[in-house]
């Protein structure tokens, strides 16, 4: 069985210690931690990887590290900079989409934690960018989004 790398975009560690643990202590996968944008960015500059997961809120990460449109966002919340941040701090998951997409390998599992079921046109648009773009069910257990993280 091949040795599969897995990039983890989390502002914590719980996913990528949850995922390493579930998956035999790294015998069968790599689980690689980027807290950023940025530090995502660089680790798929210079590494395959096989699939890529990436967390939806980002309430940990300084919000200088954020991406996406602050300015476009206080201008949708009337001028609040606290109410746009703390907006883009909750959805920075789909911005990581658009950051990172032209960088991660064509045919590479991507998984956002955010359960599409009710909002498959927001899932199609963003496979507009990203075809392999998957969504994580309500109920997954940890067990089984790692299964499907490994899958060939």
């Known amino acids: 069985m091949k040795r599969r790398v897995v990039l983890v975009v989390e502002d914590g560690v719980e996913y990528t210690e949850g995922f390493a643990r579930l998956s035999g202590g790294g015998e069968r996968a790599d689980f690689v ?22 967390d939806m809120v980002f309430d940990r990460t300084p919000q200088d590290q954020l991406v996406g449109d602050v300015a476009g966002l206080m201008a949708r919340f009337g001028g609040d900079r606290a109410q ?16 990172l997409s032209p960088l991660i390998p064509a045919g590479a599992r991507v998984i956002l934690a955010y359960d599409f ?36």
Request: no cysteine; hydrophobic share 45%; charged share 25%.
């Open 84 to 99: 746009a941040m703390h907006y883009l701090a909750r959805h920075e998951g789909f911005y990581l989409i658009r950051e």
């Open 33 to 54: 931690r980027a807290g950023n944008a940025s530090e995502a960015r660089g680790i798929l500059s210079d590494r395959l990887v096989d699939a890529v997961f990436l």
């Open 117 to 152: 079921s009710s909002d498959p046109e927001r899932l199609g648009a963003l496979r507009a960018s990203l075809p392999s773009l998957e969504g994580l069910p309500e109920g997954i257990t940890l067990s089984q989004l790692v299964a499907r993280l490994l899958e060939d």
